[in-house]
């Protein structure tokens, strides 16, 4: 009798195996695998962000792919846009233009306004990439590029005049943290744009969840070291470039 019933309890979990929802879980996992090289940690992950410990290093090697590709094009554009402002001067010198008059208002403002006006743009960047990624995960491409052609054209005139040490000095100290906060915030848009367009062409997907998490990754980890990077940009860049 016990031998039927422990054949019973062997069979009712081999038919649980082959219920059409386990069948896709599995299709699912596997081919997101196959094709996603971060999604190999996922489960990692999953499991990672209980323990807080676990957490940070768990997501980003979960998003790294993503992040990775943002990385790309940023710096992709930073080489265009340098190489541009070599070629075309009358356009970088309006591009400059533009950018100096936007942030003008700063240098009337005390070292503390400085510093959270610096946070607070970072910040709310970041966060559009994020959710913008949303939209196929084009928007946050789009603004990466714009980005880094941007820096591009500014770090060629700024070099022209000051020399290619001052542009490493000013960017490097705060740019160490907040360019990959940055890039891990629009990777995760651009893994949520993969999952919407896995949506729409049929595939499963958890757009819902993996949306939550990024927005907790990006409040737990992302906000608080743009600020630090924030601090250094305001306080310790320009002490750097003051020896100079």
């Known amino acids: 009798m016990e031998k039927e019933d422990y054949n019973s309890e062997e069979r009712k979990t081999d038919e649980q195996r082959k219920t ?5 879980e599995r299709e699912y996992v596997a081919e997101e695998k196959a094709f996603i090289p971060g999604s190999v940690t996922a489960e990692t992950w999953h499991d990672d962000r209980k323990d807080p410990k676990k957490g940070f290093t768990g997501y980003v090697r979960f ?3 993503y992040a990775a590709i943002m990385a790309i094009v940023f710096f992709g554009a930073l080489v265009t846009g340098y190489i541009s402002a070599a070629n075309f001067p009358s356009m970088a010198d309006a591009l400059r233009e533009s950018f100096t ?8 403002m005390n070292p503390f306004s400085i510093m959270f006006a610096i946070f607070l743009n970072n910040a709310f960047v970041s966060l559009l990439f994020l959710v913008l990624g949303l939209a196929l995960g084009v928007l946050p491409v789009m603004f990466i590029a714009f980005n880094g052609y941007l820096v591009g054209v500014i770090a060629y005139l700024t070099a022209q005049e000051r020399g290619t040490l001052f542009i490493l000095l000013a960017l490097l100290p705060h740019g160490i943290l907040e360019l990959p906060m940055v890039f891990l915030a629009a990777g995760i848009g651009l893994r949520l744009g993969y999952q919407v367009f896995s949506a729409l ?3 499963p997907t958890q757009i819902k969840k993996e949306f939550k998490e990024g927005l907790l ?3 737990r980890w992302i906000l608080p070291l743009l600020f630090v990077a924030a601090v250094i940009e305001t306080f310790i860049t320009p002490l750097i ?3 100079i």
């Open 217 to 219: 990754f990006y409040f």
């Open 63 to 65: 998003i790294w792919p």
């Open 20 to 24: 059409p929802l386990g069948k896709i």
């Open 201 to 203: 062409i049929g595939k």
């Open 241 to 243: 470039l003051s020896f």
């Open 101 to 108: 008059s936007r942030f003008e208002s700063l240098l009337t």
